[in-house]
Structures are given as structure tokens and as C-alpha cells.
């Protein structure tokens, strides 16, 4: 089972940046997608990121396509994403996972991710 520790979130004012990392460790880095979640208070978890393994493919959720970009560093077992404009309703608590398998490309399912790390908290203040 790989384990993924998320960081770099914190406060930012809106139209601000942030930078969020996901670092992998325990078994090898999975040669799967990765993707990226995040949870508003009272809401349910959503979709935001996938990045593909060799980071030449990527899809995102309609609100945050054109702002945020993933990208992943296999040598470092890491995964990013590079978030631009920050809004308030981009407020939440972000995740990082694995891709459960391939044929799951496309998917904005939270089922087809697994090994979810312990999120790490972004606030975007106006």
C-alpha cells in the first residue's frame, strides 16, 4: 500500500497562488494516474485533477480548468498542483490518490481513486 501526505496549503488572498505537493512512500511509486480531490465544509468530496503517468495528460473539473495545472515528478515520487487565481469557493481541504486502474482515465469518480492521503487545508479569503 502506498501512503501520500499532501502539503503546501495555507491562506491566500483571492486571485493569489498556491502550490500543493503530494509525496508517495512505502511501496514503488504506482505507474497509475493520480488525481486530486478536495472537500468544502458541508459538502461532498469532489473531482478537481488527474495527471497521467508520464504527465502528458491531464483533465480537470470545469471550474478550476485554465487556473490549475497537475504535474508529478516520478523520480521524487511526488505530484503537484499549481493553483492560480485563487478563489473563495476554491476553499477546502485538498487530496491527493491513485487511480485505481487505467481504464479508469476520464473518470471524475471518487470510487475509482484509492490511497487517499490526509488532505491539507486551502482558504482563499476575499
Known amino acids: 500500500q502506498v501512503q501520500l501526505v499532501e502539503s503546501g496549503g495555507g491562506l491566500v488572498q483571492a486571485g493569489g497562488s498556491l502550490r500543493l505537493s503530494c509525496a508517495a512512500s512505502?511501496?514503488?511509486?504506482?505507474?497509475?494516474?493520480m488525481g486530486w480531490f478536495r472537500q468544502a465544509p458541508g459538502k461532498e468530496r469532489e473531482f478537481v485533477a488527474a495527471?497521467?503517468?508520464?504527465?502528458?495528460?491531464?483533465y480537470y473539473s470545469d471550474s478550476v480548468k485554465g487556473r490549475f495545472t497537475g504535474s508529478r515528478d516520478n523520480a521524487l515520487n511526488m505530484v503537484y498542483l499549481q493553483m492560480n487565481s485563487l478563489k473563495p469557493e476554491d476553499t477546502a481541504v485538498y487530496y491527493c490518490?491513485?487511480?485505481?486502474?487505467?481504464?479508469?482515465?476520464?473518470?471524475?469518480?471518487?470510487?475509482?481513486?484509492?490511497?487517499w492521503g490526509q488532505g491539507t487545508q486551502v482558504t482563499v479569503s476575499s
Open positions: 495527471i497521467s503517468w508520464s504527465s502528458s495528460a491531464t
Open positions: 490518490a491513485v487511480m485505481n486502474e487505467y481504464r479508469a482515465w476520464g473518470s471524475r469518480r471518487e470510487t475509482d481513486f484509492g490511497s
Open positions: 512505502g511501496r514503488a511509486f504506482p505507474k497509475y494516474p
